[in-house]
């Protein structure tokens, strides 16, 4: 089911996503449900949750007999983090 969740990608999604300066990632597909992670100018975008739902599963739903859900991780990068750390430890020092 990766094969074919990454072909309807690839056809249907990254073409739309590329016009918006942003990608998918695919992570992967267990029962049904397929992870995924937007990148570009997507990552960050707080249309993100509507893409996922208006374009991305859309798509997959209706091309993939199975797929039943379509999550977005949210990564947070190291650097974040560590940034993220060096406020809290000043905060608590």
Do not use: W
């Not at 990766?2 to 990608?23: I, M, Q, T």
């Amino acid at each position: 089911m990766f094969a074919a969740v990454e072909k309807v990608l690839e056809k249907e999604v990254r073409p739309y996503l590329k016009e918006h300066y942003g990608n998918v990632v695919l992570l992967g597909v267990n029962d049904g449900v397929v992870r995924i992670k937007l990148t570009g100018q997507c990552k960050h975008c707080p249309s993100a949750k509507f893409t996922v739902e208006d374009v991305i599963e859309k798509a997959l739903k209706s091309n993939i007999e199975g797929i039943t859900k379509v999550v977005l991780e949210n990564e947070v990068s190291a650097e974040l983090l560590d940034i993220a750390r060096k406020i809290l430890s000043k905060k608590d020092g």
